[in-house]
């Protein structure tokens, strides 16, 4: 293939999908220095690149408005349209990430000469695609894209996470002192994170509570709206150590949290993922799934779980889910303890 002109990225989601895919991102500029990069991304998560300097386009598609019945005759149009833009800006090549049928559709809508993606791809996805490059299951996401960066001669011997740079706006002390009273008694502090996508994923609120009254720094809680309530019971039982940002904070603003902070306790969680490519040391409790695959990448990190041998399941449903349940709050006090930041 001649060097490409123009390049898209076919990775609208998760928030931690999207961080594990940074590398790919600085090793495509690497190699392609003069190329336009262009990325398909969710609404709702544009916040993690917009005014990237890497990206010459985002490209936010409004999913959840397409699931509507009522706006069904819009959707389709809107549909069409899309992939007319695509088609238009005449992609050299297109790389699918995602590995889905929906992002398997985009690529091939986009008619590029060259379409790559996972091996694994699932949903039929990777049908749509010209070469198919072996990933692997069983090694960790952000190797996995790797991989396809190698395909394309990238060198992929540093594994950077480039986020974009930080709008003053953004600084930590702009937001906590929006919040906050008394900001100064939050000079030093750890983050909590205690929401992930699957109920199966989550170490209970009360759990969380009794840690953030152990710790010696006080603690934040992040997360988005629908953790509001859970954060709110943690700081009651924190004995006054722990405020909440949850539902307060969009993606650039919980990014500058999470930078501030000596450490993150936290769920598999996306948030997880921020911390690690910032460089803060992360403290993950793992349940269902694996953290070989989806852990917090890089060193400086600890994986807390509980030897149970039904782990890891990979369900998002379960009666039990002792490999939760049965960790203590005091033991993972104690692991922390014994790994200052």
């Given at each position: 293939?001649?060097?490409?002109?123009?390049i898209l990225i076919v990775k609208p989601s998760s928030l931690g999908d999207i961080v594990h895919s940074l590398p790919f991102l600085n090793a495509i500029r690497k190699r392609y220095t003069e190329a336009e990069i262009h990325w398909?991304?969710?609404?709702?998560?544009?916040?993690?690149?917009?005014?990237?300097?890497?990206?010459?386009?985002l490209w936010i598609v409004d999913k959840d408005?397409?699931?509507?019945?009522?706006?069904?005759?819009?959707?389709?149009?809107?549909?069409k349209s899309l992939l007319r833009d695509f088609k238009k800006e005449r992609f050299d090549l297109v790389v699918d990430l995602q590995g889905l049928l929906r992002s398997g559709l985009i690529t091939a809508a986009t008619g590029a000469p060259v379409r790559i993606g996972l091996k694994e791809a699932r949903e039929g996805s990777r049908f749509f695609y010209t070469n198919n490059v072996p990933g692997g299951r069983d090694i960790h996401a952000v190797d996995r894209y790797l991989k396809v960066a190698e395909f394309l001669g990238c060198d992929t011997s540093e594994v950077i996470f480039p986020l974009?740079?930080?709008?003053k706006a953004s600084?930590?002390?702009?937001?906590?002192?929006?919040?906050i009273l008394h900001p100064s008694s939050f000079e030093e502090y750890v983050v909590i994170v205690p929401g992930a996508r699957w109920m199966t994923k989550r170490w209970p609120p009360k759990n969380f509570g009794k840690l953030a009254s152990l710790l010696r720094l006080r603690s934040i809680i992040v997360g988005s709206k629908d953790d509001v309530n859970i954060a709110n019971e943690i700081v009651a039982l924190s004995q006054g150590k722990s405020f909440s940002l949850a539902g307060k904070t969009d993606?650039?603003?919980?990014?500058?949290?999470?930078?501030?902070?000596?450490?993150?306790?936290?769920?598999?969680?996306?948030?997880?993922?921020?911390?690690?490519?910032?460089?803060?040391?992360?403290?993950?409790?793992?349940?269902?799934?694996?953290?070989?695959?989806?852990?917090?990448y890089g060193k400086g990190h600890t994986i807390i779980r509980e030897p149970v041998e039904c782990a890891p399941c990979f369900k998002k449903t379960c009666g039990d889910i002792k490999?939760?349940?049965?960790?203590?709050?005091?033991?993972?006090?104690?692991?922390i303890e014994r790994n200052p930041e």
């Open positions: 293939m001649k060097n490409p002109e123009k398909v991304i969710f609404k709702g998560f544009e916040g993690l690149l917009e005014g990237h300097t890497m990206i010459h386009k408005s397409w699931t509507k019945f009522n706006r069904a005759k819009d959707t389709v149009a809107e549909i974009p740079p930080f709008e600084s930590f002390e702009n937001i906590i002192s929006s919040f993606l650039k603003e919980l990014i500058a949290v999470i930078k501030g902070s000596k450490f993150l306790v936290t769920n598999d969680s996306g948030p997880m993922h921020i911390a690690a490519a910032l460089g803060v040391p992360v403290f993950a409790i793992f349940g269902p799934t694996d953290p070989a695959r989806t852990g917090p490999c939760i349940k049965d960790l203590l709050a005091e033991k993972v006090y104690r692991i």
